[in-house]
């Protein structure tokens, strides 16, 4: 399979999964520079751009939002949205020489918001992001906000606690236990993909999977 990063903290179950899957797993270590809450998620160190993973510096790590969301952009397909005035230079610039389309929103966690599920099609419960992209053609699943574990918070984000990793969308826990699990699991399969979930835990934002 191929490299895939993920918070320590994720469910042991979705790591030994993803292993056994024949992936080279890297978990993500805290780091206290990215917050006390979000210092092990993988969307604000590491992103992929056109199949080539960019890796944020240690310059670019901060404990405080936005600051700390530098790297926490969307990327799939042609198709590049975050909040661009808190995007690393760096990362906006090779965006731009890829020939991105650079798409801005208001949310800054644009990753940990949006499951991107192929090149063309997303799920978010942010309506910004969904907007945005319906206005740009991307086929879009708006979920019901909330149901998602995010642990000093009041709950976390969907696209943090899944990743497409080859051909499955991986979730952090049940997707059975979202209220929209059967919209979303269609509009998964509808694409060709395959679901992967863990009964008995509840989804839980680790900062997106990474491969």
Do not use: W
Not at 128 to 136: D, K, S, T
């Amino acid at each position: 399979m191929g490299d895939v990063y993920i918070s320590e903290r994720a469910y042991p179950e979705v790591i030994g999964y993803l292993e056994r899957a024949g992936n080279s797993v890297h978990t993500v270590p805290f780091h206290e520079r990215l917050g006390v809450y979000t210092g092990d998620h993988a969307d604000l160190r590491v992103i992929r751009l056109k199949n080539k993973l960019f890796y944020a510096s240690i310059a670019d790590y901060a404990p405080d939002y936005p600051e700390n969301a530098a790297f926490c952009a969307l990327a799939f397909g042609n198709y590049f949205v975050h909040r661009l005035d808190i995007t690393a230079p760096a990362l906006l610039n090779e965006a731009a020489r890829l020939g991105l389309e650079l798409i801005d929103v208001r949310q800054g966690y644009t990753r940990c918001s949006a499951l991107p599920v192929n090149d063309n099609s997303v799920i978010t419960a942010d309506a910004g992001i969904a907007r945005a992209l319906r206005e740009r053609g991307a086929e879009v699943l708006e979920i019901a906000p909330g149901h998602v574990l995010l642990p000093g918070y009041a709950e976390g984000f969907f696209g943090g606690c899944a990743g497409r990793v080859g051909d499955t969308i991986v979730f952090n826990g049940d997707l059975g236990a979202h209220p929209d699990c059967g919209r979303i699991e269609s509009f998964i399969r509808e694409r060709g993909i395959g679901v992967k979930s863990f009964p008995g835990q509840p989804l839980r934002d680790i900062g997106s999977i990474i491969s």
